[in-house]
């Protein structure tokens, strides 16, 4: 009509009028299936990790006590000195346990989608519910792992006291981000390239274990050599998880800019592998 005031609304297809309102309720509902998934995932995950063993679930303190004790005795013996003034033990586990704050979610994701073909069968389960269960898991038992140890070194006398809480909680929370968001890229990977397993710890298993500053910081390093592995944002994250920790130190070379972007940029990296490659994995 003339001069009409609705005749430039252009109509809505049927789909979209018939489309049901988003309600809040069924957003709710849908987030505790999932969040009641995930949590029985955890616990089939732990209990196939560690029941099938006669130490169970003490093995998760055993192995990393004798790598720091290894260290230890091997540091000891080369220098008497403590690095950057601060307590051995503490630095120790400081570097050596966190660091499985980022090893654990990634190694523990990258082959969870290959071998869990079986639980994706049920509509609830989604790839997503299967990763993020093992991420959840491998970083609750490292963390548990850190703060039990570091408690054990204070009261065996080794004082650490902890000099900003929130930063050490910061950085430990980066290495677990950037963890997880190599997790899901390797875990879209290895299904389709089943040897990205083996190249993943050839290429960054022990050369990150050993070139991360777990048992050595920046310093130490000739500055010929420093500025090309300081590339590693793990050395970055070992800076400054000792600089928020220790008294005692202070570190010149870590960036929270740097660690911040390499965390969120390998979690977005990541989600998109895994969103993008999710369905050549169902077809495989």
Not at 58 to 70: G, K, N, Q, R
Request: charged fraction near 15%.
């Amino acid at each position: 009509m003339p001069g009409s005031t609705r005749s430039w609304i252009p109509a809505l297809p049927l789909q979209a009028r018939e489309r049901p309102p988003i309600r809040w309720v069924d957003v709710v509902t849908a987030l505790q299936t999932q969040a009641r998934v995930i949590w029985a995932l955890m616990l089939r995950e732990t209990i196939s990790r560690y029941g099938d063993y006669k130490i169970g679930f003490l093995w998760a303190f055993i192995e990393p006590l004798l790598t720091v004790l290894v260290f230890v005795l091997i540091f000891g013996a080369m220098r008497s000195d403590s690095p950057g003034g601060m307590p051995l033990i503490p630095f120790m586990l400081t570097g050596i346990v966190s660091f499985s704050l980022f090893k654990d979610p990634w190694t523990q994701m990258q082959n969870g989608i290959s071998t869990n073909k079986s639980l994706l069968a049920f509509p609830q389960v989604t790839t997503f519910d299967v990763l993020i269960s093992r991420a959840l898991m491998a970083i609750a038992i490292s963390a548990f792992v850190l703060a039990f140890m570091l408690g054990m070194a204070h009261l065996l006398g080794y004082e650490s006291n902890i000099e900003r809480p929130l930063g050490v909680l910061a950085i430990l929370g980066l290495m677990c981000i950037m963890g997880v968001g190599l997790g899901f890229l390797f875990a879209a990977l290895e299904p389709l390239m089943p040897s990205v397993k083996q190249v993943s710890s050839l290429v960054m298993g022990r050369p990150l274990f050993l070139g991360s500053g777990l048992f050595f910081i920046a310093d130490t390093i000739p500055a010929q050599v420093r500025e090309y592995v300081l590339y590693n944002p793990l050395l970055h994250c070992m800076e400054l998880l000792r600089t928020e920790y220790f008294y005692e130190f202070e570190s010149a070379h870590g960036s929270w800019s740097y660690v911040s972007a390499w965390a969120f940029g390998s979690l977005a990296v990541g989600l998109a592998a895994h969103r993008g490659l999710r369905r050549k994995v169902f077809n495989g």
